[in-house]
């Protein structure tokens, strides 16, 4: 049974750093594209982020430039490094895995299959 579990999240400033993590337990991680997801108070969860099996990532437009998604297939472990936080970058973080092998990572969440019980951003102005 595959689990996700992110860390990372917390309280801070606007302009401050924070680094999510979610490790992958019960699948050949190295085969699976990833996704980063966000969802704000009464807002529809969002895309933030994707990383194809080989690399490849891709960002909300928000995103671009601030964020940066990885990946480290040794230890089943794909992280998202977010610089100049902004006030409205406030939600909780998902991590999800798509179950099919090799593929680029898709934005629609209905797409992933498995994710994690997310971590609470919190950027204060």
């Known amino acids: 049974q595959v689990q996700l579990v992110e860390s990372g999240g917390g309280l801070v400033q606007a302009g401050d750093s924070l680094r999510l993590s979610c490790a992958v337990s019960?699948?050949?991680?190295?085969?699976?594209?990833m996704g980063w997801f966000r969802q704000a108070p009464a807002k529809e969860r969002e895309f933030v982020s994707g990383?194809?099996?080989?690399?490849?990532?891709t960002y909300v437009d928000s995103a671009a430039g601030r964020f940066t998604m990885s990946r480290d297939n040794a230890k089943n472990t794909v992280y998202l490094q977010m610089n100049n936080l902004k006030p409205e970058d406030t939600a909780v973080y998902y991590c999800?895995?798509?179950?099919?092998?090799?593929?680029?990572?898709?934005?629609?969440?209905?797409?992933?299959?498995?994710w994690g019980q997310g971590t609470q951003v919190t950027v204060s102005s």
């Open positions: 990383i194809s099996w080989s690399g490849t990532t």
């Open positions: 019960g699948r050949t991680f190295s085969r699976h594209a």
């Open positions: 999800a895995l798509d179950e099919r092998y090799m593929r680029n990572a898709p934005s629609a969440a209905t797409e992933y299959s498995s």
